[in-house]
Structures are given as structure tokens and as C-alpha cells.
């Protein structure tokens, strides 16, 4: 809060001011009553006041005494808290002035009015408990009786101006009584009691103070409080600055105090601090000050965690500094009883917590602090169980906020937790969904989620199955949501461990990976919590570490998190989280020997086993299957295991006497009898009739005695009449009629096993076998098998889809899908790899691939050798061997070779034995007389075939085994050809580069050797400028003389070569000029380039004339021919034109110019070459050109005659024309 200057330091108070301002401190402390019979007076001590005023009163009314004397002894007894015999004198002063005038009157009255509002203040808001509500003095009573007087006073003067005030305040007191108002619909204006009373009080302070041209302080501070009690906070804002602007010594009432809560309801929680700090600097004994500031340090608590050291520290500062301190002040301070009760409920004191609550409910003014105390009772009555007056409570703390849409939050909440523990579920969800759709609450769809995921889990142990996917749906929005606002910083939630285990069972089922990654994020929370006490020291190894923490985590944790990994393959890490949970159980068990561990230790025990089972380690498992049983006897479960494995190792001696004595012990356990049913499957001998089927009768026996929807024997069932409908005879109409119903009863057995659990995989799997081989619905079959596979992670499935793209001729699917099967713990499973090598062989008959025939024949062998008494596997091999047979003699000799044709004839040979061996079988797999047949055939045709096939291969081979040396030779000779012509150009490239590097060497030491030159004739050349002078021995430039005229010259009769010449000029800064004309020539301007443009390749040498006539004339004409000829070249330049050295040459040239290249903003000044040509007759329109091109070279700045030196490697391409001295 902005400090304000009135005439104090930032509104610091003197202590004087401080002092005066007290209530009553302008009572004194004695009073003289003059009396009417002696001319004396009579002096009434106001400090030791008699506890009856009778006497008082006669003396008064006997002496007549004026109303002043009244009222002052009134104030004196209200001053010590008697308020009622302060009314009664004032009511007998009123009697005494029957007669008096109105503003007697008037004055009296308005005081009792004002006292009878004091009292209100102090009087019970409710009638106490045990005292009839006629006989209770509550706070509406006194509020009527002030109301009464009031009116009585308004009869006299109602224009009388103290009466607006009294009555602005009266109508405050009067909405505070009175219930908030309910939720309006937008656009619809209040026109409730409360506020109606509050627009009335308004009007009545605006009154007062225009009565009092704006100067009364109390109705400024009443139209702010009212304003406030409207919501208007920002408007109540304005009016407490005012008042602290007029008043600044202003303490009781304190108008910081309304500023503080005018900025906390605005949610500028800093500022309304430093408000209240700034109110108990100035009165350090102020309550409202004291509790005010214990509410802002609770709510700064609050946005702690409860495990954050900043909460405990703020929480005390609250409580210790600033709660308790108020409570000394005024133990019956409704809000200091209402804040103190929440901390005696935390200590579950709960009849100081009562005791406290009374208090704040029966004396308050204000329904929130009302609200306050009823939530209190409300949760000390949740604690101790009572639900019902728990509720009654909840829903009065609700009421005295408003209820309905407004309220109070945390008591909703308290009446909807006291539904759901007296079993109302749909009304507490109705109305958390009414509270959640206002305000996204945390804690309500915290607890809005948790039952529509206790509504799930309850619906999945039923045994009627109903369809809850929009329960799952919802729960998991909500608990997502709270989960995602954990990661807002602003609001500083800390993540609730519960959200996430409700979580992790909603997925577990349908999204298994993420209830993995829930149960991990809790035992990240359960980690940090570790006690350091607890972690290992010494130790760089994280896994070693981690598993060390984990250890002191909640078993359960760790088993649930051990069983997701199995489930998901991962079983060695799956062994080690359950040996962990293990190690935690005993751990658990060593803190708190109460803990029954022995459950969760069997449990576990189980779950370890079961993963040495899935690493192929029975030995292990059957250990602690063992000890298992040794401890508890009964448990089925491990007993049922041991069975299986034993069924596994020993089929046919030890497996079945394990499985008919636990058949026996344990024969209405349904997992038995499940398991009894695998067996029965697997030892059962195929019989033609179902109703004469073991298994089938024992799934009878199980549903019609002990649970018709054991899904199980559903399933089992429907698996029987699937394998019967298959092996039923197709011949006829009627036969097919007869095989379709079978497989309709397949599938009516599968669709009820579905209707109990429709993510049953293996009854949808049986339906999708019944849509292949009835309907030929491979399609629909293929979507089926592939969402089983997404959720059942058997070889199955696998196999069953292998079928059906085998159907299809999708071939490599197929395969693809037979070797998935294989690589699930099935590599010696016959059948697989019979579909296998019957999938190759289709591919290389579509394909005549012979070597995918020799692949399919690779994987009937495999199965042969696995299983080698099923004559049907043999039988498989001759096939393969026969066709394999059948296509080498079909191939053309380029797609076979002389060993495919022999090893074809070797295994014909063997097929026509094994043929042979198997009709001669007890039971063949197929009539003998086809067999023989095929014997007969591969003896007689195809091994005739194959003898042909194997001679003319061999010819083949011989005829082409020359070309092909030959071919091979020629070929090799190419790659040596190749291979030396490279080797050549890579040599010849080698001796160019070599000469190359060679010129760039030379020609950088000629570049090196002619700026040496170049550099000792620019020192001839500075000092041939320079002379002695004559006096005074320095060295000065030279003087130049103005150059005469020249006059161009013709020789006609030699015919030899003219030479244009111009006037002599020498640069503005000499002061001389040409001959030829008066003034300066005129710089021209030229076009900046980059110097490569002209760049000449020709090299060349230049010598300086030292005379300094003749010196200016060549500077003069170079500057000629460097402008007129820069473009040509004299084509009988004694310079080499090869390309590589010229390129070598402006190479060099570009290296050493980079000094000039980098100024090209200068211009450039050439030398004049002396040009060997024929004159002609247009020598004498050129000579004037040349002339103005020599005065525009002479007029140079010596800047320019300094920077523009020749190039050294004919740079500028005008001076190639000129001949060398």
C-alpha cells in the first residue's frame, strides 16, 4: 500500500495522537451536576460508578439536570461495558424531557439508538443452545429494538441529519443478519433483502454526508462498507483511501483495516499485508489487525506442500505470532475462535474445537465467519463418525455463504464425501459434476474420478459383465486432468499418489504401458521420501542403489510393478522387482511388527516362481512352489503349477498322477478343473462322436454343476465342436448342411464366452477359425486375428494368421507369421514347422523357386527329426523330395546346376523308399494304394526323367565350361587393360600437377625479383625529386617547371611513325597550367572496376626518366594510352601465350595487386607506352583526344600519383602496346 503524506512522515503518527484517540476518551473522569436549591454542585465520580444507577438517575431527574448530564453518565457506564444501564439512564433521561424540546429528544434518542446497535454487536447471532429463541437477547432482537427507536425519533424529525447515519448503519447490521444472495441469471438484477438493505444504507450515507457538506468521516466509512459488502471493491477502496487521506491519525475504526480487505478481495494479496501490517504498527494491541494478518501467513502456507519447510515455519508464524496474540486480546473474537478451532481440529482437540466454533457462529455479524465456525463442528463431527449431523453441519456452512451455486466450497465438498460414505453415489456424483462444471476443483474430480473408477472395479468383479467403457472414459479425463495441473507452477499442487494408483488399475487392462509409467512416477514420489538414514553410501552402481531404495517401498508396489513386466516379456526384470518386493516385505515387517506380511510374501513368492517358469528354469520354480506349499498347504495355485510342470517333464508317468490326485483334492476349484481340461485335450484320442468326447463331457460336467459362465469351459467347448466340424465328411449337400451347424454350435459357445468377457482372445479366435473354414471369410478373418494379436501375445494367434495369408497366397506373410509362432518358446512344435515347410513349398511351386523348395524341404525335415515316430512328417518329406523332383526336371539348364540335379535324384531315391515304408504302415496317413502309386512312379517315370536331366546337364556344363574360361579370361585381361590405363592418366595427371606447381614457383620468384627492381627504382625516383636547399641544408622537393606547349608534328616525307604530343600540365596544387588552355582541366570521372577485368597477361618492365620535364609528359601520355588502349593487345609481344602460364601470371599478379584491388575507389593512373604504329591521316583528330586525356592524367592528386603504380605483371591492358628501353 502506497504510503500517504498528510502533514506525517508517511503517516506515522506523534504519540499524543495516538493516545487521544480511543473511544470514550472524551469522558472525564468526574462530572460536576450543579443543584438547584443551593448554589452548589454536585461532583459524580465517572471512574467508580455504583453498580445501580437508580440513585443517579433521581439525582438527575430531581435537579433537572440538561441532557448533556444524561448522556455523559450514560457513556461513562457504556465506557465500562454496561451498556444496559447506560439505555436505562438514557431512557429516564428521555422520561425527565417529556416536556423538553425535539433536539433534546431527538439527541437522546439517537443515542440509545446507537447504543442498542453496540449491544447488538456483542449479543449471540443465534439463540444459545438450551434457551428458548422467545427469551434469547440475540442480535436481532436488540437490532428491532434499535429499529423501534429509531422510528420513534424519525416521527419527530425525520430531516434531522445524525439520524441517516444511525440509520445507514442499522440497515449494515440489519443485511448482515440476513442470508447472501442466490445465483442471478446474467442481465437480471438483485432484488434481494440483504441487498436491498445494503442499496438502503447507501442511500442514507450519501444523506449524511451531503447533510455535513462531505465532512462526516463515519458516513464515508459506512458507504465503503456497505459498498463493500455488495462486492464493489474497487469503489469501497476509494472510499477508505479517502478516509485515511482526510484522517490519517484515524485508528478506531482503522480505515487501513478496510483498505487491507478491499486489496485481498481485489487479489492483491502483498499489498493488503503491508495494509494490515501498517494498522498493527500503529496500534500494536488491534485484533482485527493481528487475526487479519494469521490469515494472510495461513493462506501464504497454503501454497506450500505440507511437506515443505517454508509451510511449518509460515504456519506457525499464523498460529503462534499473530492468531494466539488476537485470541489474548478478545477470547471471544469470532474469527480469531473461528481460525484458532482450525488449529485445535488438526490437534483433534475436538471440544475445544466445539467450544471455538460456538463462539464464532453465536457472536458473529459476518456469514462467512458464520460459515466458518459450522465447518468446524461439521469436521469434528466427520471425525468422530457421525455422519448425519456431519452432513447437517456441511450443508449449514454451505447455507451461510449462499449456498446453491455460490457457498462454500470445502463444505460441498464434506457433504458430498458424507453421501458417498453413506452410499449415495449417484447424488454425490450429480453434485461434484455441478461443482466441477463452475470450477475445474482438484480435489472434487480427484474424488468425481475415484467413483466412476470404484464403479468400474466393482462392475469387473460382478459376475454380470455390463459395459463400462464410458465410466473408464470419464474417470480417466478426470484423474488426467488433475495429473496435468500438477505441472502448473502457479498453482503449487503436490501429486496425490492415490490419483495415480487409480490411474494404473483404469489402464492396466486396455493400456498397459502407460499403468506402468504411473506405478513408476509413484516410486519416484515413495524414493524421495526415503529417509537419508536409509540410503546406501559407497556404492557407484545406480542399479545396485535403486534396488537397495526400492527395498524400503510398499511391497505392493513392487509386485504390481513386477507383474506389469512380466506381462510385458521383460522377466529378468521382472525376477529381480519381485525378489526386491520380497526383501521389502521383510523390511516392512522389521518397522512395524503389526504389518501381516505373511499374504503379501506368498503372493510374491508365487510371482518369482512363475518367472522362473517363463526363464525355462522349473527346477527353480518347483523350489519355490515348494516351500510355498510347505507353508500353506492349501493354496492351490502353487499346487495347480507343480501339476502343469510336472504334465510338461513327464506326460505320460508322473504328470498324470499329480493332476488326478490334485483333480481329486481340488475338484470344485474351477482353475483345477480348468487345467484337468488341458489335459484332457492334449492325452485324448480323437473320437468321431462329440457326445463320447472326455473333454468335452468334463466342460459339461463344469458348466451344468458348478458355474454356467465359466468362461474357460466355454471356450473349451467351443474348441471341440470347432476340431469336429473340421474333420466332418464335406461329400454331400447333406454333410455340409450337417458340418454348418456343427460350427454354428462352435460359435454360439464362443459368442456367450464373449458376452462374459469381451476381451475373451480366444473365443474371438474361435470365431475368426469358424468364419475360414465355413465361410471362407478369410478377410474379416485377417482383422480379427490381428487385433488378437495386438492383446494376446501367443504363438496361437501367429499360426492362425500364418493360415490364413497362406490362403491368400500371400506368401511371405505367411512365413512371416509361422516364424513369429516359432520364436514363442515353440521352436520344437511339429505343426508350425510343418505349416512352415508346406508354406515354402507353395511359394516355390507358384514361383519354380528351387530354392525355396529346398527350404521347405530344410523345415520337414526339422519337424521329422523332432518327432520321427508321426509317419505323417515322413510322409511330408518324401512329398517334398518328389516335387523338388518334379520341378529340377522341369527348370531350364541355366536355372539349375549339376549338383541341384543330383541332389534331386538322391532325394527321389529316398522319397520312393519312404513311400514304399509307409504303405506298408500298420495306419497310413493316406490309402496305400496311392502311396504305392507314387512309389511306382518316381521308380519308373520321374527317375528315368531325372537320369535324362542329369546327362544333359552335364553336357550342358561341359559345352559352356570353355566359353566360360574363355569368357573369364577375356574378362580378366579387360580389367588389367582397365586398370593400366588408369594407372597412366593417373601418372601423367601427377606430371602435370608437378609442372604446374613448378611454373607457380618460378614465376613467384620472378614477381619476387622485378618488386625488388620496382622497389629501387621508386627510391631513384624520390630521391631524383629531392635537392639540397641552399640555405638551409635540408633535403626539399624539386620545383617543376610549367611545360611548353608542343605542337604535334607530321613527317610526310620518311612515312615514319608520328607521335602525338600535348601540352605539359602540371596539377592545381603547383598553380601552373597548360598552354593550351588558361584553366584546370577538368578531373574526369571514371568508372570503378575490379582490376581482373583488364587484367593483361603479358609481362612487362618499365624504367623511370628522372628529368622532370620529360617526366610529366610520359606520366602524361601513359594516362593516354592506359584510357585509349586498355582493351587491346599487341600481338607482337615477346610473351609466351600458353594458357597455364598466364593463368599463373594473374595468379601472381592478383596476389601481389591486393593492396591496390582493395582501393578501387581511387583512381587508377597508367604510364603512357610508347606505341610503334603507322600514321595516318587521322592522327591529328586523335591528338586533340589525346591531349585532353594527358591534361586530365597531369591533374592528378599526388594521393592518386602515390597509390596508382605500375602493375608488375601488365595488369592494366593498355600497356601492352609498348615497346621495351
Not at 887 to 895: A, F, G, K, N, R
Request: glycine letters at 6%; a negative charge; hydrophobic letters at 35%.
Amino acid at each position: 500500500m502506497a504510503p500517504l503524506q498528510n502533514g506525517y512522515t508517511n503517516g506515522a503518527l506523534t504519540e499524543q495522537s495516538m493516545l487521544t484517540n480511543y473511544r470514550f476518551s472524551d469522558i472525564p473522569s468526574a462530572i460536576d451536576i450543579p443543584a438547584s436549591t443551593f448554589d452548589s454542585e454536585v461532583e459524580i465520580s465517572l471512574e467508580e460508578l455504583p453498580d445501580d444507577p437508580t440513585e443517579l438517575c433521581t439525582l438527575l431527574d430531581n435537579e433537572k439536570a440538561a441532557k448533556n448530564f444524561w448522556v455523559i453518565i450514560a457513556l461513562a457506564y457504556a465506557k465500562q461495558n454496561q451498556i444496559d444501564h447506560a439505555i436505562d439512564i438514557l431512557n429516564r433521561g428521555l422520561s425527565s424531557l417529556a416536556q423538553g424540546v425535539t433536539k433534546e429528544k431527538l439527541g437522546l434518542l439517537g443515542w440509545i439508538c446507537w447504543l442498542y446497535m453496540l449491544k447488538s454487536r456483542e449479543a449471540p447471532r443465534v439463540a444459545p443452545e438450551g434457551q428458548l429463541v422467545s427469551e434469547a437477547r440475540t442480535k436481532d432482537y436488540y437490532l428491532q429494538a434499535a429499529t423501534s427507536t429509531l422510528n420513534e425519533a424519525s416521527r419527530l424529525n425525520p430531516a434531522f441529519p445524525p439520524l441517516f447515519l444511525a440509520r445507514g448503519v442499522l440497515s449494515i447490521l440489519r443485511a448482515s443478519l440476513q442470508p447472501p444472495a442466490k445465483t442471478l441469471r446474467p442481465g437480471t438484477v438483485d432484488t434481494s433483502e440483504r441487498v436491498e438493505s445494503l442499496r438502503q444504507a447507501l442511500k442514507c450515507f450519501d444523506e449524511s454526508a451531503k447533510s455535513f457538506g462531505n465532512r462526516n468521516i463515519m458516513a464515508i466509512l459506512g458507504r465503503a462498507r456497505a459498498q463493500y459488502m455488495l462486492g464493489r471493491y474497487a469503489e469501497a477502496l476509494e472510499g477508505y483511501q479517502e478516509v485515511l487521506i482526510k484522517m490519517p491519525n484515524m485508528r478506531d475504526p482503522d480505515p487501513r483495516i478496510g483498505i487491507g480487505c478491499c486489496l485481498w478481495q481485489l487479489d492483491f494479496k502483498e499489498q493488503a499485508k503491508a495494509a494490515w501490517s501498517r494498522a498493527l504498527a500503529l496500534n500494536p494491541e488491534s485484533k482485527v489487525a493481528n487475526i487479519l494478518l494469521g490469515a494472510y501467513y495461513l493462506y501464504d502456507s497454503s501454497r506450500h506442500a505440507t511437506n515443505d519447510p517454508a509451510f511449518g515455519s509460515l504456519y506457525k508464524i499464523a498460529m503462534t505470532q499473530y492468531t494466539q496474540k488476537a485470541f489474548k486480546l478478545d477470547k471471544e473474537d469470532p474469527m480469531t475462535c473461528a481460525m484458532f478451532g482450525g488449529y485445535f481440529l488438526l490437534r483433534k482437540h475436538f471440544p475445544t474445537v466445539e467450544a471455538l466454533a460456538r463462539k464464532a457462529i453465536e457472536f458473529t455479524d459476518v456469514n462467512a465467519i458464520a460459515s466458518d465456525g459450522w465447518y468446524l463442528l461439521a469436521r469434528k463431527e466427520h471425525f468422530e463418525g457421525n455422519a448425519a449431523r456431519a452432513n447437517e453441519y456441511y450443508s449449514r456452512s454451505d447455507q451461510a455463504r449462499g449456498g446453491s451455486d455460490k457457498g462454500y466450497l470445502p463444505a460441498k465438498f464434506g457433504a458430498m464425501q458424507m453421501q458417498v460414505k453413506t452410499g449415495d453415489y449417484d447424488g454425490a456424483k450429480f453434485r461434484l459434476e455441478k461443482i466441477i462444471q463452475q470450477t475445474k476443483n482438484p480435489e472434487s474430480m480427484t474424488l468425481l474420478g475415484a467413483l466412476f473408477a470404484e464403479e468400474v472395479f466393482a462392475a469387473q468383479s460382478s459376475p454380470l459383465k455390463e459395459d463400462k467403457s464410458a465410466e473408464v472414459k470419464k474417470a480417466i479425463s478426470l484423474l488426467e486432468s488433475v495429473r496435468a495441473s500438477w505441472k502448473d507452477e502457479k498453482k503449487k499442487l503436490s501429486p496425490d499418489e492415490s490419483v495415480l494408483l487409480y490411474l494404473a488399475r483404469l489402464y492396466e487392462s486396455g493400456s498397459p504401458d502407460k499403468s506402468m509409467q504411473c506405478l513408476q512416477q509413484v516410486e519416484q514420489m515413495q524414493l524421495a521420501h526415503v529417509p537419508d538414514t536409509a540410503r546406501p553410501e559407497d556404492i557407484d552402481d545406480k542399479e545396485t542403489v535403486t534396488n537397495m531404495l526400492r527395498e524400503n517401498l510398499a511391497p505392493q508396489l513392487l509386485n504390481n510393478m513386477g507383474c506389469f513386466l512380466y506381462h510385458s516379456e521383460k522377466i529378468e526384470l521382472a525376477h529381480n522387482m519381485f525378489q526386491t518386493a520380497l526383501n521389502a516385505c521383510v523390511k516392512s515387517r522389521d518397522r512395524d511388527d503389526s504389518t501381516d506380511t505373511d499374504a503379501l510374501v506368498a503372493t510374491i513368492s508365487y510371482n518369482l516362481a512363475r518367472t522362473y517358469e517363463a526363464a525355462a528354469m522349473p527346477e527353480e520354480a518347483k523350489r519355490v512352489y515348494e516351500g510355498l506349499l510347505e507353508r500353506h498347504s492349501d493354496y492351490t495355485e502353487a499346487n495347480a503349477r507343480l501339476t502343469y510342470i510336472a504334465l510338461r517333464q513327464s506326460p505320460t508317468d508322473e504328470g498324470p498322477k499329480k493332476m488326478a490326485k490334485l483333480y481329486e483334492l481340488e475338484s470344485a476349484n474351477l482353475e483345477v478343473r480348468a487345467l484337468f481340461g488341458w489335459y484332457l485335450s492334449k492325452s485324448k484320442r480323437r473320437v468321431a462322436n462329440i457326445a463320447e468326447d472326455h473333454e468335452q463331457r468334463h466342460y459339461k460336467h463344469t458348466l451344468q454343476g458348478y458355474d454356467k459362465h465359466d468362461r474357460y469351459s466355454l471356450t473349451g467347448m467351443g474348441n471341440i465342436y470347432l476340431l469336429a466340424a473340421r474333420d466332418m465328411r464335406r461329400d454331400t449337400e447333406q454333410d455340409k448342411e450337417k458340418r454348418r451347424k456343427v460350427y454354428e454350435k462352435a460359435v454360439e459357445f464362443f459368442d456367450k464366452a464373449l458376452q462374459l468377457d469381451p476381451k475373451n482372445a480366444y473365443a474371438a479366435q474361435g470365431i475368426a477359425i469358424a468364419l475360414v473354414d465355413d465361410r471362407k471369410d478369410y478377410t474379416t478373418a485377417v482383422q480379427i486375428f490381428s487385433r488378437i494379436r495386438d492383446t494376446l501375445r501367443d504363438a496361437s494367434v501367429y499360426l492362425n494368421l500364418g493360415h490364413v495369408y497362406a490362403e491368400l497366397r500371400q506368401f511371405y506373410r505367411s512365413i512371416e507369421n509361422y516364424e513369429a509362432a516359432l520364436s514363442k518358446d515353440r521352436q520344437r512344435d511339429t505343426q508350425i514347422l510343418a505349416c512352415l515347410g508346406r508354406v515354402w513349398l507353395l511359394k516355390g511351386m507358384q514361383e519354380k523357386n528351387l530354392a525355396a523348395m529346398n527350404t521347405a524341404l530344410d523345415c520337414t525335415q526339422r519337424a521329422r527329426a523332432i518327432a520321427p515316430e508321426q509317419i505323417h512328417l515322413e510322409f511330408n518329406v518324401a512329398f517334398v523330395q518328389n516335387q523338388i523332383a518334379l520341378l529340377v526336371i522341369s527348370l531350364p539348364e541355366t536355372q539349375r546346376t549339376l549338383q541341384d540335379v543330383q541332389a534331386a535324384s538322391d532325394g527321389l531315391d529316398e522319397a520312393i523308399n519312404t513311400f514304399s515304408r509307409i504303405a506298408k504302415a500298420k495306419h497310413p496317413p493316406y490309402p496305400r494304394g496311392s502311396l504305392e502309386q507314387r512309389a511306382n512312379m518316381g521308380k519308373n517315370t520321374i527317375r528315368r526323367q531325372l537320369e535324362r536331366t542329369l546327362q544333359s546337364q552335364k553336357e550342358y556344363e561341359e559345352k559352356n565350361a570353355t566359353k566360360l574360361q574363355q569368357a573369364r579370361e577375356a574378362r580378366e585381361a579387360e580389367l588389367r587393360r582397365r586398370e593400366e590405363e588408369k594407372r597412366k592418366k593417373e601418372e601423367a595427371e601427377l606430371e602435370r600437377k608437378r609442372q604446374i606447381a613448378e611454373d607457380r614457383q618460378r614465376l613467384i620468384e620472378e614477381a619476387q625479383r622485378v618488386a625488388a627492381i620496382r622497389a629501387e627504382e621508386e627510391r631513384a625516383r624520390e630521391e631524383a625529386e629531392y635537392t639540397t636547399d641552399s640555405e638551409t641544408g635540408d633535403k626539399v622537393k624539386r620545383k617543376k617547371k610549367a611545360a611548353a606547349s608542343k605542337r604535334k608534328k607530321k613527317d610526310g616525307e620518311d612515312g615514319g611513325a608520328g607521335r602525338k604530343s600535348k601540352d605539359r600540365s602540371t596539377g592545381p596544387e603547383n598553380g601552373v597550367y597548360s598552354d593550351a588552355d588558361d584553366q584546370p582541366a577538368p578531373r574526369k570521372r571514371r568508372r570503378l572496376e575490379r582490376r581482373s577485368a583488364a587484367r593483361s597477361s603479358k609481362y612487362k618492365s618499365s624504367e623511370i626518366v628522372v628529368e622532370s620535364e620529360s617526366e610529366e609528359g610520359e606520366e602524361g601520355a601513359e594516362a593516354e594510352a592506359g584510357g585509349a588502349n586498355g582493351a587491346s593487345r599487341d600481338v607482337g609481344s615477346p610473351v609466351s601465350d600458353r594458357d597455364e602460364v598466364e593463368d599463373m601470371r594473374e595468379t601472381a599478379a592478383a596476389g601481389w595487386d591486393s593492396e591496390d584491388e582493395d582501393e578501387d575507389a581511387v583512381v587508377q593512373r597508367r604510364r603512357k607506352k610508347a606505341t610503334l604504329r603507322i600514321e595516318d591521316d587521322e592522327d591529328e583528330d586523335e591528338g586533340s583526344e589525346d591531349e585532353s586525356g594527358a591534361k586530365k592524367a597531369s591533374s592528378a592528386s599526388p594521393t592518386e600519383e602515390a597509390n596508382d603504380e605500375d602493375d608488375l605483371f601488365g595488369d592494366k591492358r593498355g600497356d601492352e602496346g609498348r615497346p621495351r628501353w
